[in-house]
Structures are given as structure tokens and as C-alpha cells.
């Protein structure tokens, strides 16, 4: 069995380890299929984290089921023990853990040469601990002090350690997300919320299949595109003796062709929930109504690579974790009432960072990230400032706002791939550091220059001046 592994493995031109996380990866959708016919609770959460234990020491060894079940107990363990403090806690000994196992693997140059170990599984586990025992936590505010989406996903009573272990384990996420909320697991679990009465019934097929065919096509795309399109050229010679538009054009290039890999991978695990009911998000308001499937989609591939600013992209590219982020990171940075700030985003941006992996490549694109956004919004203050009449004016804006955004994500996204500060830095100097300096300088002209205010604005600022001149 072992040669027929090493020979298909070859064939598909991939490591004997990625094949077998393929293999697993692929066989959560049968096993979410069979999911929906368990019955009971019980048997369902049981069911979840022993598919979930069972595939990934099929796809990483046993090994990895004991780095797994360690922020499990610490994150349980925490919620049973401190409730008041055990958010806090969880969030540090979680990630101290994830980040001591990037350390130990190194699995930043593992995925770059072609390999594969439990720590992008890890990864989502370590937001699953977090996100339940910050919720927990949330049970003990008082109502008046709750956020409505802490008022949505707080839990008022500790789950049991088979809820748990099924929230944590469920195979079809267990291995590259989607992140979701514990309380909507247990209600889904359970019949509860908007599954009590119904999952989408038998039209979930029709938008699993949906998703699978979607997945075969960027599957196809990025095999296209693979042989093609080598990173390893812009580190080459004659890359520095091409045009400048060229040397952005392979950039681009090498950007785009890379994205595919994740359009694969967040489509499957999309298809994996729909098959199971839990992708299931409601009704649409046509009559007669129709089920919605949107509850595990974790891209929007057209909204990615058309994205008219940097603040779309973290709504339409890995949906869910740029959620936790926000929910759990961005959020909770601020005072309740008080607007975040370009401070907060860069924070929220560096735990993703770290999140990913300690390498000089992640931090660097999760910085520019950042600087991308914050630019966006400097743009965006001054396209609101142009009156309506001048529809040309905000076509202009449009464009400039667009080709700010595509060249920025582009630019940064070569450090994400290459992970090492050399090449990133090589490769940035091949541009000229402008996709670096560019957003710097639209938040030194933000700092000196005010836009115009909004017609709308100025048209209520007259009118109260108007008013209080009349009560004068």
C-alpha cells in the first residue's frame, strides 16, 4: 500500500505527506455527508471529533492529536477553572503553543518546499479555543455592556467535553477552517436556531455540487498556471533587466497564480459544511423562498481580484478568519462607543502575522496590509468629497482607488509567499519599494491636507447654522 502511496504521490507530482492531507482533506466530504444521518446530539459531537481525530492521524500521525488536544485542554480547563479570566487566558497559552510548534517545525519553509505538517490544522484550532472561552468569558457581562455580536455568541453555560471536543474536532473544518462560532455549532448540533426547523433539505446537494465544481475549476486554473508562472524568476537576473511594467506584470502574475491554491482549498472545505446542513444560512426573501448557502464561504474570488479598495478585501478573502479578527482582535482593542484607529489595525494585522508564522515574510505583508487598508480610507474620504454632478470625476476616483488596491496587494503579496526578509526585500526593491512607499505618503498628505467636506455634510452643517440663526 505504502508504494501504491509513493507511486500516485508522484504522479500528482506532490510529497507523500501532502498526499495523504489531500486524501484526508478530500474525504471530509463523505464524512460530513454521513454526519446529517447520525442521530442524536451526542452521537453527532461524538461523531465530529472522532472523524475529525481519525483523518488527521491518517494525514499527520499520531503526533499531531496530542499537539491538537493540548490547547483543547488548556482552552477547557481554563473555562472550567477561571471563568472570569479564561478568554485571557486561553488567547496566551494557545497561541504560545502555536507559536512554539511553528518554531519546532519551521512550517513556513515546510509548505514553501512542498511539504506538510499539523500546523495549518493547528492554526484553526487555536482559534476555535480562543473564540469559545472569550465567549464563555462574555457570559458574565452584564447586558449593557455587551457588543450585539457578543450579545449573539456569548455562552451562558460551559459546554460539556463532548460538545467541546465536536465544536474543536469537526472534521470538515478541522483541517483548513472555516472558523465558526461554538454556539452556532451546538445549535446546528442540536436542532436549534435556524436549523430547528429545517436545513435547506435536499437542495444542500445542489449547493454542495455547486461548490465542488467551483473548486475543480480553480483546481484546473492553478495546475494551469503552476508550470508556468515560477517565483523563483523574479530572483533571477535577467527579471531585473526587463521594463518595469513587465517586472509588474510577472508580479501580478505570480500573486494571482498563487491565490488559486486557497480558492481550491477554502472551496472544498465550503462544500464539505454544505453536504453536512451546517453551510445552511437561512431563506432568501423570493417567493416562493429558497435556501441559502453562504454560511461557509471563505472567498469571493470575484471580489478579490476586482476589489475596487483595500477595506473589501478582508470581506471577501478568508472570510471567517478576517471575522475572529475583527470580533476577537480589532474590536476588543478599543473602548465600547470609540471608533479603532490606524493603531488597532496594526495591531489586529500583526497577530495575524504571528498567527501565520514568526517569519520576516508574514509580518512584512501583514504590515502592508495594514498601511493598504488605512490608505484605502484616505482614498475613500476624498472620492466622498467629489460632488455627484462630476460622475467623471468619480469614475476617475474609482479607478485610482481600484489600481491603488490591486497593485498594493500584489506588491505586498510576494513577501507571504517567499517568507524570507532577503528575498522579500529583493523582490520589493525590483519595484522600488513603491508599493511601500506609496501608502506612506497618502497618510503624511492625510495628515496635512483635510479633504472637502461631503456635499451632503455641508448641506446639514448650513442648515443647523440656519437654525440657530432663526432661534437667535
Not at 470575484?302 to 478585501?313: M, N
Not at 470580533?327 to 490606524?342: A, I, N, Q, T
Not at 512607499?437 to 442648515?463: G, W, Y
Amino acid at each position: 500500500m505504502a508504494v501504491n502511496i509513493e507511486e500516485t504521490a508522484a504522479w500528482l507530482g506532490v510529497s507523500v505527506p501532502v498526499f495523504r492531507f489531500l486524501a484526508c482533506f478530500l474525504v471530509t466530504f463523505p464524512c460530513c455527508w454521513l454526519w446529517h444521518f447520525v442521530p442524536g446530539a451526542k452521537a453527532r459531537h461524538l461523531y465530529s471529533g472522532l472523524t475529525g481525530l481519525m483523518l488527521s492521524y491518517y494525514a499527520f500521525g499520531l503526533e499531531s492529536n496530542l499537539h491538537f488536544l493540548a490547547p483543547v485542554l488548556m482552552g477547557y480547563i481554563s473555562m472550567v477553572l477561571c471563568r472570569r479570566h479564561c478568554g485571557s487566558i486561553t488567547f496566551v497559552t494557545a497561541f504560545t503553543y502555536l507559536i512554539g510548534c511553528h518554531i519546532y517545525y519551521m512550517s513556513g519553509d515546510s509548505w514553501r518546499d512542498g511539504g506538510i505538517d499539523c500546523t495549518g490544522a493547528l492554526m484553526v484550532l487555536t482559534l476555535k479555543v480562543i473564540s469559545g472561552a472569550i465567549n464563555y468569558q462574555d457570559g458574565l457581562l452584564k447586558e449593557e455592556d455587551l457588543r450585539p455580536t457578543q450579545r449573539q455568541y456569548r455562552l451562558l453555560r460551559l459546554p460539556s467535553l463532548l460538545q467541546y471536543l465536536g465544536f474543536c474536532l469537526c472534521c470538515g473544518t478541522h483541517f483548513a477552517g472555516p472558523v465558526y462560532e461554538m454556539k452556532d455549532y451546538l445549535d446546528w448540533t442540536e436542532n436549534k436556531g435556524i436549523w430547528r426547523t429545517s436545513n435547506g433539505g435536499r437542495s444542500r446537494y445542489g449547493g454542495a455540487i455547486q461548490a465542488l465544481a467551483r473548486a475543480l475549476l480553480c483546481l484546473g486554473v492553478y495546475m494551469y498556471l503552476v508550470p508556468r508562472v515560477q517565483i523563483s524568476r523574479i530572483f533571477e537576473p535577467q527579471y531585473r533587466e526587463w521594463g518595469i511594467w513587465s517586472r509588474w506584470g510577472y508580479y501580478w502574475l505570480c500573486g494571482f497564480t498563487a491565490r488559486w491554491k486557497y480558492y481550491f482549498i477554502w472551496t472544498i472545505a465550503e462544500a464539505s459544511l454544505i453536504i453536512s446542513g451546517f453551510g445552511f444560512s437561512g431563506w432568501t426573501d423570493s417567493s416562493p423562498p429558497k435556501p441559502t448557502w453562504d454560511r461557509a464561504k471563505n472567498v469571493n474570488i470575484i471580489g478579490v481580484e476586482f476589489a475596487a479598495s483595500g477595506t473589501e478585501l478582508p470581506l471577501v478573502w478568508n472570510i471567517h478568519v478576517s471575522t475572529w479578527l475583527r470580533l476577537y482582535v480589532y474590536d476588543r482593542l478599543s473602548k465600547k462607543g470609540k471608533k479603532p484607529g490606524f493603531t488597532e489595525l496594526l495591531i489586529t494585522q500583526t497577530v495575524s502575522a504571528v498567527w501565520h508564522g514568526l517569519y520576516a515574510g508574514y509580518i512584512l505583508f501583514f504590515i502592508h496590509t495594514a498601511l493598504l487598508i488605512a490608505g484605502s480610507r484616505v482614498i475613500y474620504r476624498w472620492q466622498r468629497a467629489i460632488p455627484k454632478q462630476l460622475v467623471w470625476l468619480k469614475k476617475v476616483g474609482w479607478c485610482i482607488s481600484f489600481s491603488y488596491t490591486v497593485f498594493i496587494l500584489n506588491y505586498a503579496c510576494i513577501g507571504f509567499l517567499v517568507l524570507s526578509v532577503n528575498e522579500t526585500v529583493m523582490a520589493y526593491s525590483s519595484l522600488y519599494y513603491a508599493g511601500s512607499v506609496l501608502p506612506l505618503l497618502l497618510l503624511i498628505f492625510d495628515a496635512v491636507v483635510n479633504p472637502p467636506r461631503p456635499e451632503k455634510q455641508r448641506l446639514m452643517k448650513a442648515e443647523s447654522v440656519l437654525m440657530n440663526s432663526h432661534e437667535s
